[in-house]
């Protein structure tokens, strides 16, 4: 069974950097595209990025510029690096095998000041 787990949400002020990180179990993980995703308070998941086996990125256009999706498939890990940090991307991020319904656990980003 799969096992998604997130690592590297905090606190950062404006114009800052995070990066986040998902580690997969199993042996899913190289075959399958892999997405980031955000929920703000009160609304659904919303798509971040994407990124397919092949390495085939996709933004969402408020952040085009800023993230960057990655993956390592010989680590099972799917990358999220944050630049430009603003406070409209304080959410919970989420990653995603492929599109089954198989999450993290969530990580808290906030950006304030």
């Known amino acids: 069974q799969v096992q998604l787990v997130e690592s590297g949400g905090g606190l950062v002020q404006p114009g800052g950097s995070l990066r986040l990180s998902c580690r997969a179990s199993?042996?899913?993980?190289?075959?399958?595209?892999m997405g980031w995703y955000r929920q703000f308070p009160g609304t659904q998941r919303e798509l971040v990025a994407t990124?397919?086996?092949?390495?085939?990125?996709k933004y969402v256009d408020s952040v085009k510029g800023r993230f960057t999706i990655s993956r390592d498939n010989a680590k099972n890990t799917v990358y999220l690096q944050m630049n430009g940090l603003k406070p409209e991307d304080t959410a919970v991020y989420y990653c995603?095998?492929?599109?089954?319904?198989?999450w993290g656990q969530g990580t808290q980003v906030t950006v304030s000041s």
């Open positions: 995603r095998l492929g599109y089954f319904n198989i």
């Open positions: 199993g042996s899913l993980f190289s075959i399958n595209a």
């Open positions: 990124i397919t086996s092949g390495g085939i990125t």
